[in-house]
């Protein structure tokens, strides 16, 4: 124990000499006029980070926004004086001058917007041409400003309604830029005895409008696919089939059934149909009556058409035609080599009721199978026919609904003479 008393005294009186031996550095006078302060540094950080936090908080709120408004896609500048504003749209005001203002307004559920130091102003409805100056002559009497701009942020994304002749018809959120032809791609796209060119559309106000588009898909019109409107029903209605159906396929043209027309020649029903096209071979319109086809010139002749009648116009020589029972018939680009399977696999594939064993090419006005017809050449026309199982199917099923009919009548007759 003194031998450990002795060492700790003697490390205790070393250090306290070398602790002695170490100079003092004083901070040149100086260094010590330019240092900052602590509480300064404090100040100024606390300053940075409030501006900071400012920056952040202005950017959660723009994400905030567009998180629920959504991102809507957009064709282009919107169009000031077709596009109508509704309720969560998003606007950015600017002002500078005395009163400077930088605000994202959002449109509210009953049609406002609230101009700060002023109050709400009505916008819902309007154009966007028109909701810009109503917001522009209050930012005028409000703030008398220097400057000021009002931008549309952010379009909004609402629920539209479609029905009649669709795949899935439904309701479905659309945004403010969509088009008719958007919503029935939507549910699924039309089915094939829909009507196009008689759309019908009626807005929350009870306004209706009956809208053509097969401008729009024949030819790229964009006016003949007008902007949906909040709460929009569209029905697409099926095609008068009161005195029978033609089909039509071909390039340029909405491929599928339309309404016969008695005494109706095939130019009258192409200047129908819109099918008239600068790329489309007028001189080789191919007719198929009762299975039978006949290729006519329609430069000098005309042809009176018959209910159940098939029109194909053959287009410009590097596409083919697949058409008959098929998911999407129209026109598809001619590649060497590949087989009448594969293009029909392009058009979406068979149709429930359409057949693999029952496919006929059509070439220079021949029929031909499609072992025959092998190699494709472009221009040829490849038709699906009804499946004999689904067709004999159809027919028992029909013959079994009127037998089920029947005696459901003769039942009630007894029970009634009892």
């Known amino acids: 124990m003194r031998k450990l008393a002795t060492i700790s005294a003697i490390s205790l009186m070393l250090i306290s000499i070398a602790t002695s031996q170490v100079p003092t550095i004083k901070q040149p006078a100086s260094l010590r006029r330019t240092t900052i302060s602590p509480t300064a540094v404090s100040t100024g950080a606390g300053k940075a980070l409030e501006k900071i936090s400012e920056i952040e908080t202005a950017k959660e709120a723009i994400q905030k926004v567009a998180q629920k408004v959504g991102y809507v896609p957009l064709e282009g500048p919107i169009d000031a004086e077709k596009f109508i504003v509704g309720p969560h749209d998003v606007i950015h005001l600017q002002v500078w001058g005395v009163s400077s203002v930088d605000e994202f307004l959002e449109v509210t559920n009953d049609g406002f917007i609230t101009i700060p130091g002023y109050g709400a102003i009505k916008i819902a409805g309007l154009t966007w041409a028109a909701a810009k100056k109503t917001i522009a002559d209050t930012v005028k009497y409000v703030y008398n400003p220097e400057k000021f701009a009002i931008t549309l942020a952010f379009a909004r994304i609402f629920v539209a309604h479609v029905a009649g002749c669709v795949q899935f018809p439904g309701s479905y959120q659309v945004g403010a830029t969509g088009r008719i032809w958007d919503i029935i791609q939507l549910a699924g796209g039309q089915t ?227």
């Open 192 to 418: 094939g005895l829909a009507d196009l060119s008689k759309i019908k559309v009626t807005h929350r106000d009870g306004s209706t409008e009956t809208i053509d588009i097969t401008p729009y898909l024949a030819e790229g019109d964009i006016s003949a696919n007008p902007y949906l409107r909040d709460g929009d029903i569209v029905v697409v209605p099926q095609i008068d089939a009161t005195n029978g159906l033609v089909k039509l396929y071909g390039g340029g043209v909405r491929s599928g059934f339309y309404g016969y027309k008695p005494n109706e020649t095939i130019s009258q029903f192409l200047q129908r149909s819109g099918a008239f096209s600068k790329f489309n071979r007028l001189s080789s319109v191919l007719l198929i009556r009762d299975g039978k086809p006949k290729t006519i010139n329609l430069f000098e002749e005309d042809v009176t058409l018959s209910p159940n009648d098939v029109v194909i116009i053959p287009t410009h020589l590097d596409s083919i035609i697949v058409g008959g029972l098929v998911a999407n018939g129209g026109t598809y680009p001619y590649y060497p080599g590949l087989s009448v399977e594969a293009y029909v696999a392009m058009a979406g594939g068979m149709s429930e009721k359409g057949s693999i064993a029952r496919i006929a090419v059509f070439r220079n006005g021949k029929k031909l199978s499609p072992k025959k017809a092998y190699p494709l050449m472009p221009g040829d026309v490849i038709i699906v026919y009804y499946s004999y199982f689904q067709l004999t199917k159809d027919v028992i099923e029909t013959i079994g609904r009127i037998l089920s009919a029947g005696i459901t009548v003769l039942y009630i007759i007894d029970r009634l003479s009892r």
